[in-house]
């Protein structure tokens, strides 16, 4: 995200840079080791896969990456795992109104012979109860005069926006403090989200979009989270580092610059686009 204009607290127009960098997400299943070693033959002679013995969902991915992950990880044709989101009768939060995006905690999970979708779903979500839920977190939460939904939901920009676990409490801080002052959070991974992609590349006319995820338009937090973040986002998102800081942007890799100051936002914007024109006119 790139700010344009200076911070006035409840302007629509200022825009928040964001790192530059864009997640690579992969979407298929991310599996470990099969439990069988030699292929199956079916009656025909041709081969069939092995199903894989665990599952890997990796911080960051969004719910529709995980739906289909199971699907491939069960084989089951493209959307079950979504359509079995009502049977699975999952143990979500009040606020989450039925969508499990946030709570599909990323870990490895074992996947029994007749596993089906709802079990894996519910699997997740209940291990995200137990990470949330805990003193820790629900503490942490507290203390910041906030529920743990909305904990979870600042994680996963977090997880998002952040370009390394150590930028992840000041990444935070530039959230607590955008949002204390009233100031429009202007995420880029927000819009990412309502437009289902990623990109560091974000235009005028996407900031105009209608949606409850834009927060370019709309004050305060998205009214989900926009993707299922680990423990190290959630514990930035409870716990983030002190400073000042409104702006961020992630000029090279490894090279986060996070600033109060609008000039100097603006001198770092400068050189990160600078350097993506470069990259872009560069021959391949």
Do not use: C
């Not at 979407?27 to 092995?50: F, M």
């Amino acid at each position: 995200m790139q700010m344009n204009m200076p911070p006035r607290s409840t302007t629509r127009t200022i825009r928040l840079t964001r790192r530059g960098r864009a997640a690579l997400i992969a979407t298929g299943a991310v599996v470990a080791g099969t439990a069988v070693a030699v292929p199956l033959l079916t009656l025909g002679g041709e081969e069939k896969p092995a199903k894989p013995a665990t599952l890997v969902i990796p911080e960051g991915w969004r719910a529709g990456q995980v739906y289909e992950a199971v699907d491939k990880a069960l084989a089951l044709p493209p959307g079950t795992t979504k359509k079995a989101i009502p049977r699975a009768k999952l143990k979500l939060p009040n606020d989450a109104e039925g969508n499990p995006e946030g709570y599909l905690f990323p870990a490895t999970y074992p996947l029994p012979e007749k596993a089906t979708p709802e079990q894996v779903l519910s699997t997740m979500v209940d291990t995200a109860n137990k990470k949330f839920n805990g003193a820790p977190i629900a503490a942490g939460a507290q203390r910041n005069a906030m529920n743990v939904y909305q904990a979870v939901t600042i994680a996963s920009i977090v997880q998002a926006e952040a370009a390394t676990k150590a930028d992840m409490g000041k990444v935070a801080r530039v959230i607590f403090n955008r949002l204390e002052r009233g100031m429009p959070l202007q995420m880029d991974s927000t819009l990412n989200y309502a437009l289902n992609r990623t990109t560091v590349n974000t235009s005028l006319s996407d900031t105009r979009i209608d949606s409850p995820y834009n927060s370019y338009q709309r004050m305060g937090l998205p009214p989900t989270p926009i993707d299922n973040p680990g423990e190290e986002a959630v514990r930035a998102a409870i716990n983030p580092t002190p400073g000042d800081w409104l702006y961020f942007v992630t000029v090279k890799p490894g090279d986060t610059r996070f600033t109060a100051d609008y000039a100097q936002h603006q001198r770092n914007v400068a050189e990160f686009n600078a350097r993506n024109r470069s990259q872009t006119a560069a021959p391949r």
